[in-house]
Antibody, heavy 121, light 108 residues
Framework: DVHLVQSGGGPVNPGGSLRLSCAAS????????MNWVRQAPGKGLECVSS????????YYADSVKGRFTISRDNAKNSLYLQMTSLRAEDTAVYYC??????????????WGQGTLVTVSS | EIVLTQSPDTLSVSPGERATLSCRAS???????LAWYQQRPGQAPRLLIF???NRGTGIPDRFSGSGSGTDFTLTISRLEPGDFAVYYC?????????FGPGTKVEIK
């Protein structure tokens, strides 16, 4: 079974930094693109960052460009999101999401449990 | 950026009945690259449909998708208790990939 177990997150002051981690199991991690998708409280979904299977291609939403960095360690089956210069509007549940990849990029077939990031003073 | 609009905002349906949800794109979705997700309260979204009409792993055939171009539909036949949730459409034909605002299916 595919499992994506997230860690990190929590409260942080505006302007602060936080690192999210996602441990993958049950599939060949290095063969799949991965994503971070967030959901502000009571709101819809936004894909904030994506990374290709070997990390050669990355994508950032305009809302986080220059502040967030996505990375992966295929030897450790892990995905990361380094978040800096955090703002109140970054408050959201962040999901680690596997990209189905085989058919197309952008099909989000497995989701982690989500972790809440709260940016507030 | 492709903007997705979903209707209605809320759909009230009785168990056992059919639900029809709509998703409209601001421009043509390339290769009909349209997916649907279900999100139950307090849970992560779950992939239901991709490629407009292909069911995800383990998704029952009560869920079906159709459409093309800019207009897409998710149909849920014979609603069961676990189907009362929020449904999101998403296009992945053009970056940035975008989601619709969601349709809440509630018990009538």
């Amino acid at each position: 079974d595919v499992h994506l177990v997230q860690s990190g997150g929590g409260p942080v002051n505006p302007g602060g930094s936080l690192r999210l981690s996602c441990a993958a199991s049950g599939f060949t991690f290095g063969s799949y693109s991965m994503n971070w998708v967030r959901q502000a409280p009571g709101k819809g979904l936004e894909c904030v960052s994506s990374i290709s299977s070997i990390g050669s291609y990355v994508y950032y939403a305009d809302s986080v460009k220059g502040r967030f960095t996505i990375s992966r360690d295929n030897a450790k089956n892990s995905l990361y999101l380094q978040m800096t210069s955090l703002r109140a509007e970054d408050t959201a549940v962040y999901y680690c999401v596997r990209d189905e990849t085989v058919t197309s990029w952008g099909i989000f077939d497995y989701w982690g449990q989500g972790t809440l990031v709260t940016v507030s003073s | 950026e492709i903007v997705l609009t979903q209707s209605p905002d809320t759909l009230s349906v009785s168990p056992g009945e059919r639900a029809t949800l709509s998703c409209r794109a601001s421009q043509r979705v390339r290769s009909n690259s349209l997916a649907w997700y279900q999100q139950r309260p307090g849970q992560a979204p779950r992939l239901l449909i991709f490629g407009t009409s292909n069911r995800g792993t383990g998704i029952p055939d009560r869920f079906s998708g159709s459409g093309s171009g800019t207009d897409f539909t998710l149909t849920i036949s014979r609603l069961e208790p676990g189907d009362f949730a929020v449904y999101y459409c998403q296009q992945y034909g053009s970056t940035p990939w975008t989601f619709g605002p969601g349709t809440k299916v509630e018990i009538k």
